[in-house]
């Protein structure tokens, strides 16, 4: 099993795509579970230029409804179709994306040849949305002008290492072994349950890494994700722009790193870049000011969470 926590970056871009810069998308593998958040225009293409291999993704996530951030959803659940895509696939979205959806693809006569599953977003607060052995998703509101989410993903389990005198002690069977280092709990014959955190340790901390875009600062935002590893953060704007962002409530990159810093992550991504910006030289220094590590984001960017 690959115990890889990789992010691609499909869509650096605020709302108008631009030559440089795609909307919003990113591509992510923790545990060997592949996912994909948001899904702007032309997010299929990208996954072609940067060999992703988007068959493998079974979990979409949507932040909001805007369309730098889903209007590519329609195009690559078609084409996932036409390819002959069979596995299910998971949707995690604001309530109304479901129907835009099912009257897109009514319109068409063209159902999808694999089973869809949605689940909506309402929460006010964060949640658990997807949680398996190895990984974990939550979902927190952010502060946007439409409801928005931003998501959290946690691995866990990933180095577990076996707890000898603990299984010793307790009696286990070595043939449990594997399955209990594999971050499986397992049910006896008997119906005791061998829970595998009381039998392994995590050899390093699990690693964590938080989608916020978009949004305006909020105070809550500290709650929801406090204890991230590393943070990707929009920064739509830079100072010049700063009523901009404040009445489009989006967030400058001196807002981000305060973020960043106030948080205490190891490193801090930019994106979201509004096309207004030639480059990206006074977003990464108004925020290194206050977080220098801080990274700006280009499309096909590959961020190893290590
Ligand atoms: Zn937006």
């Known amino acids: 099993m690959s115990k890889l926590f990789e992010v691609v970056v499909l ?26 958040i948001d899904c702007g225009e032309g997010t299929q293409s990208q996954m072609r230029k940067y060999g992703v291999h988007f068959q493998k993704i079974a979990h979409i996530f949507i932040s909001h ?3 730098d951030h889903y209007f590519g959803l329609i195009g690559l659940l078609s084409t996932m179709s036409l390819l002959g895509r069979n596995q299910g696939l998971t949707i995690y979205g604001p309530v109304s994306l479901e129907n835009i959806l099912k009257v897109q693809f009514e319109a068409a006569f063209s159902p999808l040849n694999f089973q869809l ?3 909506p977003l309402t929460a006010n607060q964060k ?25 959290l993903i946690e691995e866990k389990g990933s180095e577990l290492k076996l707890n000898l005198p603990a299984l010793k002690e307790a009696g286990i069977k070595k043939e449990y072994f594997r399955l209990l280092k594999q971050g499986n709990s397992i049910e ?6 061998l829970n595998f955190a009381d039998y392994t340790i995590s050899a390093s901390p699990p690693l964590s890494y938080a989608y916020c875009s978009d949004t305006a600062p909020f105070k809550n935002i500290y709650s929801f994700i406090k204890g991230t590893t590393f943070l990707y953060h929009e920064a739509t704007f830079s100072n010049r722009h700063k009523e901009r962002a404040k009445n489009t409530a989006h967030s400058t990159a001196e807002q981000a790193a ?12 930019l994106g979201h870049f509004s096309s207004r ?21 280009e499309d096909g960017m590959k961020i190893s969470i290590h």
Request: charged share 15%.
């Open 188 to 193: 006896l014959l008997d119906g005791t349950l």
């Open 65 to 67: 409804l805007h369309g």
């Open 117 to 119: 599953n949605f689940i």
């Open 11 to 36: 869509g650096s871009g605020a709302a108008l795509p631009t030559s440089n810069r795609a909307p919003s998308a990113q591509y992510i593998v923790c545990n060997n579970r592949h996912l994909l």
């Open 277 to 297: 910006y030639a480059n990206c030289e006074e977003h990464l220094s108004e925020a290194s000011a206050i977080f220098p590590n801080t990274t700006i984001v």
């Open 258 to 269: 305060t973020v960043a810093l106030n948080l205490g992550v190891k490193q801090l991504f």
């Open 127 to 151: 949640e658990v949305i997807f949680e398996d052995n190895l990984m974990r998703v939550s979902a927190f509101p952010l502060k946007h002008r439409i409801p928005t989410f931003g998501f």
